[in-house]
């Protein structure tokens, strides 16, 4: 397995930002003192030196009041999306992984993740019904015996995997 690799997609960060941060109060100009809803932890963040530029536009943030207010959208690429304070995020967003496998089609392009434990997101059909006809009737309950057999099952249907520690 490999090491969880984020792929600035934002969606963690834009359908449970706002439910996981608050900003109590503005310190400075780039500090914030700030909590984590759950556990009520306080914690300050600091704004990056280099997205100081792309916090100060919060037309999208505003928008869309579900986001975590440190997200921005990527200065240099369209579709990508940064957290402005990666350095000081809080231990919730540090630990966080969006999933645990992450399954491309033939020509290298993700076909589907999977979520939680063993719940497949895709919209590849192929995919889908590989899944429910070859991997979900499985009866394994250990995890690296489970994670070995859908690697199988679906290399030979044409897809690769990737599974995250």
């Not at 449970?16 to 963040?45: H, M, N, P, W």
């Not at 530029?53 to 975590?68: K, V």
Request: charged fraction near 30%; charge should be neutral.
């Amino acid at each position: 397995m490999k090491a969880f690799e984020c792929t600035l997609c934002g969606k963690c960060c834009m359908h449970a930002g706002a439910e996981l941060i608050e900003v109590k109060k503005r310190l400075t100009s780039r500090d914030y003192l700030c909590r984590q809803r759950i556990g009520g932890v306080t914690f300050r963040a600091s704004v990056e030196e280099r997205f100081l530029d792309i916090f100060r536009d919060t037309s999208e943030s505003d928008a869309n009041p579900s986001w975590c207010p440190f997200l921005r959208g990527h200065p240099e690429e369209e579709g990508k999306y940064v957290c402005t304070i990666h350095g000081s995020r809080p231990s919730v967003c540090r630990t966080y992984i969006c999933c645990s496998m992450r399954i491309f089609d033939g020509d290298g392009q993700e076909a589907g993740k999977v979520k939680g434990r063993r719940s497949l997101v895709t919209e590849d059909a192929g995919l889908r019904i590989c899944w429910e006809e070859a991997v979900a009737p499985l009866g394994i309950d250990n995890d690296v015996a489970w994670r070995s057999e859908v690697t199988a099952i679906l290399g030979r249907a044409g897809y690769r995997v990737e599974a995250y520690e």
